[in-house]
């Protein structure tokens, strides 16, 4: 039987698994058999720790789906919290795909992650053609709809909406993430203004489908928030599970909210 933490982000959850001490190979078919709700563990994404000579550990990522992807924010609170208290450190570093994350510990349960700077080049998101990624026109099956693109390692589509809460999140969501003009596809964020400091966000993540949070579709919607004039440097964005706090400073995105251990377990693998 293999050891795992059942972990969540503000609902994003993942099944963590700490491979320092011994390795673990987890194949796309094994991610899925985990990740299934009513066969597995069920999780938006699989997480494994690893040893790595650069940080305090590498976080190794995928999706519910099976897909290895580059980074995730919610799932690097949720490391951090535990190389945190398992060290004594006020602040470690992990590696991933995307490069290396500084967290830091925040107080009362809050974890900070230097998301790093994002990425605002049609060919580094990457786009599938060169637009203005601050405002273009995606048209899909026939209707248009004015878009922005930001990578904070991994690609979002931004819609920004009047209301949030009713946005076709299910079924746009989908169709954009697929669309040619993503060819890594993408996860696609609906996000109404509330005020200049405060947003409203419901997403459909790449290879998961709706989940309750996404830490770095948050970071990617301040950003193209900021971009357009509609908030400050510091924003609070209200997700179905709850809040994260992103600052914007000297070009690098800082997010800060809650990482919460659900219960320990063992799965056969």
Not at 23 to 40: M, Q, W
Request: glycine share 10%; aromatic share 4%.
């Amino acid at each position: 039987m293999t050891p795992f933490l059942k972990m969540h982000g503000l609902g994003n959850d993942f099944a963590v698994f700490d491979a320092r001490n011994q390795p673990l190979a987890l194949d796309a078919h094994t991610a899925r058999a985990i990740g299934n709700r009513r066969r597995g563990v069920g999780c938006d994404q699989i997480i494994v720790i690893e040893t790595s000579p650069e940080a305090d550990a590498f976080m190794r990522i995928r999706n519910a789906d099976g897909d290895e992807v580059e980074i995730c924010g919610n799932a690097a609170r949720c490391v951090a919290r535990l190389l945190l208290d398992e060290t004594g450190k006020s602040a470690v570093t992990l590696m991933t795909l995307a490069g290396p994350l500084v967290c830091r510990d925040a107080g009362n349960g809050l974890v900070t992650v230097d998301m790093g700077a994002p990425e605002l080049l049609w060919d580094r998101i990457p786009l599938a053609r060169p637009v203005d990624t601050n405002l273009f026109a995606l048209n899909v099956d026939g209707e248009t709809y004015n878009c922005a693109a930001v990578s904070m390692g991994n690609p979002h589509c931004i819609l920004f909406v009047d209301d949030a809460d009713v946005a076709p999140v299910a079924t746009l969501g989908p169709r954009i993430e697929t669309h040619p003009m993503f060819p890594k596809r993408t996860n696609v964020e609906f996000v109404s203004v509330r005020d200049s400091g405060h947003l409203r966000m419901r997403v459909w993540e790449r290879g998961a489908g709706i989940t309750e949070a996404c830490g770095s579709g948050t970071c990617a919607t301040a950003v193209a928030a900021h971009r357009r004039g509609l908030t400050g440097d510091k924003v609070d964005v209200t997700l179905d599970g709850g809040m994260l706090t992103i600052e914007l400073t000297n070009g690098r995105v800082l997010m800060t909210g809650p990482a919460t251990l659900a219960y320990r377990g063992e799965i056969a693998l």
